[in-house]
């Protein structure tokens, strides 16, 4: 298996523009989280779903920030607009219902000038 | 509020010279608690899942231990490819909602 496979792997755009993050799960998996890791707040879940559902958004910082997942095998994470403090790197993770391991992809480092 | 926190933040070692990582924890009632090896530009790798107190798991040169309050990450003779930054994250009992702990960065020197 792949793994879980993240797109782009670095986004440099600048202020106001809208950003999308693309997540493939591995292929199976129930959950899929979208993590954002800065060197202020560490690793903090944004968002969570369950066979495409949306269980908890909680951790989404504001309404500029939107998540979708259309299917089983992809997810987007949004930013309109996006602003210098959204930089960070992103990352997407999908696990089993059945065990406790989630499996990182590589993450998306966006810079936002 | 569930909380982590670990300590040390940075942590240099000579090669073969075994330590311990702190990973300190709060939460309303614990469903697991997660340790993951994160490298530089990469994702965190996950390590070990403990469950309840007086829990104990190895890999290698590493063993996780739990106890009500805190976790353990204990590196035993490590080497130089040990080096990274070590995460702990807490799940709270009624859903997959993890918090995790700012890490440990381990520098292992030959």
């Known amino acids: 298996d792949a793994g879980v496979i993240q797109s782009p792997r670095h986004e440099v755009t600048e202020m106001g523009q809208e950003v999308t993050l693309r997540c493939k799960p591995i292929?199976?998996?129930?959950?899929l989280f979208w993590y954002r890791q800065t060197m202020m707040r560490g690793l903090e879940l944004l968002i969570y779903f369950n066979n495409n559902v949306p269980i908890d958004d909680s951790g989404m910082p504001e309404d500029r920030f939107s998540a979708k997942m259309p299917n089983a095998s992809f997810s987007t994470l949004k930013i309109q607009p996006s602003e210098p403090r959204d930089s960070a790197v992103y990352f997407c993770?999908?696990?089993?219902?059945?065990?406790?391991?989630?499996?990182f992809g590589p993450g998306t480092r966006l810079t936002v000038l | 509020e569930d909380q982590v926190t670990q300590s040390p933040e940075a942590l240099r070692l000579q090669e073969g010279e075994s330590s311990s990582l702190n990973c300190s924890y709060t939460?309303?009632?614990?469903?697991?608690l997660f340790w993951y090896r994160q490298d530089p530009g990469k994702g965190p790798e996950f390590l070990f899942t403990?469950?309840?107190a007086g829990e104990e798991k190895e890999k290698e040169r590493l063993k996780a231990t739990l106890t009500k309050k805190e976790s353990f990450l204990h590196i035993t003779a490590p080497k130089p490819e040990d080096s990274a930054t070590y995460l702990c994250?807490?799940?709270?009992?009624?859903?997959?909602?993890?918090?995790f702990g700012a890490g440990t960065r381990l520098f292992v020197k030959a």
């Open positions: 939460v309303s009632g614990l469903r697991g």
């Open positions: 403990l469950y309840s």
């Open positions: 292929s199976g998996h129930d959950y």
């Open positions: 993770a999908s696990r089993l219902a059945s065990t406790d391991t989630q499996y």
């Open positions: 994250a807490v799940q709270a009992t009624g859903g997959f909602k993890t918090i």
